[in-house]
């Protein structure tokens, strides 16, 4: 029963698989004809499309570089219909497929002949077409990098060739072979022919890298003007896609950073080239700013050239993305300096050559300030340092930032000649004293004095005839011969001290003279002038002629000696306004003072005119000796030109004994008194001091209960009120 219920169902399965699996088996190779017949079609589709390309291709290369990106275009087409599917074997298409590989290396090398032909003739047009091709092949990225890659190697190339040791010193090799491992270094006679040959390579390598970058700047500014017809991309998008940098940047940067390696391991391999690098910097540096200066100058040109040539809708379409996209020696970026990636490369050169440059600077200072030396270099000594500071800062003026690092090197110069110059001053008594002749201290100092004038106009001369000087530099010499200026008055302040202070202590023997006579019937005074006053003349011209006639910065005296004229008027008039008591003659004799003070003070300045306030003064006091109090206090000349403590100071001389002076009522003497007013110049403490003996006056005159003040009180108290009024 069982067998019987399983071989029914055995026979049921059969006749299943009978109905499902030959309908299945059918279906299978239905769709494996199917897909072959799909496939044939495909195939035959895509060989009829290679005859008809072919056949076009055929005519378009006939056509020359006329037709060359339509032949491209051909060929891309070409090249996706061979994608995925293996097309050898077919007899039909076998001469068609070698025809299309020939044609595809001829077009490209085609290409490649127009785009070296255009980069060199700065055609844009031809540059233009051959990227189409490129483009058209779907090679732009890669053909781009290669060009690229090219210029870069033959760079390299050249940069070594032109720091080949053993071709700069060929000449001298030819003559006298060297034995084997002898290093290549040029022949004692031969070093100048080294030079020469190394300059002029350097100058050719200048013009090198010039005419690559130059090639790479067209190529990079025609793929950011041209753009595919078809898809309208600019080319130069394909290029900097995927956030890369653009190809001048790129070629630039691979520049510099071969510059910069192949020139340290050259001169660290050659002393000769290290020599001739660190000894010759300026020239080097001229080389690479007169390359940078073309670099420039060609790109502006290429700019204006394609704004020329381009299109005004094309223009606006790019303009945003040129922005974007301007080369690199036009604008600076940020993060990137291409002047400063250039001369990387010079920096250990700029560092040895600005050392070699201290050095020459600080040897003939050394040279002529020996160890125990006690005299200032001679004039034919000083000469020498100038002519070295002229010559170095000549040499550098070929480069700003150069001039600015050697301009520091000569400021550090001039203060090393001026701490040997301070080192050689005397500091001892004998070279303030003003009693005898020039001591030799005294000599010394004038000498040294005299020296550093020289250094000083002849440097700002120097630096005055300098074409084009940057002013940093140009600050940089100042303000160290500035210091060379202060160092001069420092030197004669000792002596400038003296004779004022000899000055101050002759006029203030006026007092010891009689100023209380009365007018003689002549009505003119017995002597031209007092004691004191002829004792000052003889003084300051002694002074003049046996000390400041020996300096020869005439100017710089001056300016010291007016200052010392002006404190001599200052202290004339001071000392006269104290006078007490003063007579009609005293005041005759003491105007003829006022006239004979001009006079003496004459040989400290150019003109006695020129002392300013000072003059004023000297001239506006003598005719107020004669006036009577009340013109004295309604003097124009009040407070504007002498001031009001002096004028009142005067006025207590008019005074009866009672009414003490400032210095009398707090029992000082004349000189304490002048001291105290140079230690109070505020007039307001003046006033005070005097307004101090006017109040102790009114308490004396309310103690012995006089009846009245000094006619002349009500006019001083009158001047202090108006003095006082002025001041708030």
Same mark, same amino acid.
């Given at each position: ?33 199917? *897909? ?71 077009? +490209? ?20 077409t051959a990227l189409q091709v490129f483009h058209n092949l779907g090679t732009l990225k890669d053909t781009i990098a290669n ?8 760079? +390299? ?108 391991s050259a001169t660290d391999s050659s002393m000769f080239l290290k020599q001739a690098f660190e000894g010759e910097y300026p ?86 300030? %020996? ?98 000087? %940057?002013?940093? *530099? ?106 007490? %008591? ?9 105007? *003829? ?62 005074? %009866? ?9 707090? +029992? ?26 006017? +109040? ?33």
């Amino acid at each position: 029963m069982m067998q019987t219920r399983i071989g029914a169902l055995q026979s049921t399965v059969d006749r299943i698989r009978v109905k499902i699996v030959d309908p299945y088996n059918k279906i299978v190779s239905r769709t494996a004809q199917l *897909a072959k017949l799909q496939a044939a079609c495909d195939l035959l589709r895509r060989i009829i499309r290679i005859l008809y390309l072919s056949k076009r291709l055929q005519g378009q290369l006939q056509g020359g570089s006329r037709e060359i990106t339509k032949a491209a275009q051909s060929l891309n087409e070409l090249d996706y219909l061979s994608q995925g599917i293996d097309l050898s074997g077919i007899e039909v298409i076998e001469n068609e497929l070698l025809f299309i590989a020939r044609a595809r290396l001829e077009v +490209e090398n085609q290409a490649k002949r127009l785009l070296e032909q255009g980069v060199e003739t700065q055609n844009p047009t031809q540059v233009g077409t051959a990227l189409q091709v490129f483009h058209n092949l779907g090679t732009l990225k890669d053909t781009i990098a290669n060009v690229v890659d090219g210029y870069c190697t033959i760079l +390299e190339e050249n940069i070594k060739n032109a720091l080949d040791i053993k071709v700069l010193t060929q000449p001298s090799q030819s003559i006298a072979r060297g034995g084997p491992g002898r290093a290549a270094m040029p022949t004692p006679g031969n070093t100048a022919a080294f030079r020469a040959a190394l300059w002029t390579n350097m100058e050719k390598l200048m013009d090198q890298i010039c005419a690559a970058c130059g090639q790479v700047q067209h190529l990079q500014k025609v793929l950011t003007k041209k753009r595919d017809p078809v898809s309208h991309v600019c080319f130069i998008e394909e290029i900097v896609k995927d956030r890369q940098s653009d190809i001048l940047y790129k070629f630039w940067t691979a520049v510099t950073q071969t510059l910069s390696s192949h020139f340290q391991s050259a001169t660290d391999s050659s002393m000769f080239l290290k020599q001739a690098f660190e000894g010759e910097y300026p020239k080097l540096l001229r080389l690479y700013n007169d390359l940078w200066k073309r670099l420039q100058q060609y790109s502006q040109n290429v700019q204006r050239n394609f704004n020329i040539s381009g299109t005004t809708d094309l223009f606006a379409e790019l303009q945003q993305m040129e922005e974007d996209t301007q080369d690199i020696f036009m604008q600076k970026n940020q993060d990137y300096d291409p002047e400063k990636a250039l001369k990387d490369s010079l920096q250990q050169y700029e560092a040895a050559y600005l050392s070699k440059s201290l050095s020459r600077l600080f040897d003939p200072i050394n040279l002529v300030f %020996p160890p125990g030396g006690r005299n200032p270099p001679s004039s034919d000594e000083l000469d020498s340092i100038i002519k070295t500071i002229a010559s170095e800062l000549n040499v550098a003026a070929v480069d700003p930032d150069l001039s600015l690092a050697v301009a520091k090197n000569v400021a550090k110069t001039i203060q090393l000649y001026g701490v040997k110059s301070e080192q050689l001053l005397s500091t001892q008594g004998d070279a303030s004293q003003v009693i005898g002749p020039l001591t030799e201290g005294q000599r010394r100092n004038v000498a040294v004095v005299n020296s550093l004038y020289k250094l000083h106009q002849s440097v700002l001369k120097v630096i005055t005839n300098q074409s084009s000087f %940057p002013a940093t *530099a140009e600050q940089t010499v100042t303000t160290a011969l500035k210091a060379v200026h202060d160092l001069m008055g420092s030197a004669v302040q000792p002596l400038l001290n003296s004779v004022g202070d000899s000055v101050e202590a002759i006029i203030i023997t006026m007092h010891q003279e009689d100023f209380s006579g009365s007018l003689s019937s002549s009505g003119k005074p017995d002597v031209p002038c007092s004691l004191y006053m002829k004792e000052l003349q003889g003084f300051i011209a002694r002074v003049m002629s046996d000390y400041f006639r020996h300096f020869e910065c005439f100017d710089f005296v001056f300016d010291n000696t007016e200052a010392m004229a002006q404190r001599a008027i200052e202290l004339f008039i001071r000392n006269a306004s104290l006078i007490r %008591p003063l007579g009609e003659g005293g005041k005759m004799r003491l105007a *003829a003072d006022f006239a004979q003070m001009e006079l003496a003070v004459a040989p400290l300045c150019r003109r006695v005119s020129d002392l300013g306030k000072s003059y004023r003064q000297l001239r506006s006091f003598r005719p107020l000796l004669f006036q009577t109090s009340e013109h004295i206090a309604s003097s124009p000349a009040l407070g504007e030109v002498i001031p009001f403590s002096i004028i009142l100071q005067f006025l207590f001389t008019r005074a %009866p004994p009672e009414l003490k002076s400032p210095f009398q009522r707090a +029992e000082w003497s004349i000189a304490r008194y002048s001291q105290w007013l140079d230690d109070h110049p505020s007039e307001k403490d003046r006033l005070a001091l005097i307004r101090g003996a006017l +109040e102790a006056y009114v308490q004396s005159v309310r103690m012995r209960e006089g009846k009245e003040f000094a006619p002349v009180y009500p006019i001083m108290v009158q001047l202090l009120q108006k003095a006082t009024s002025t001041l708030q």
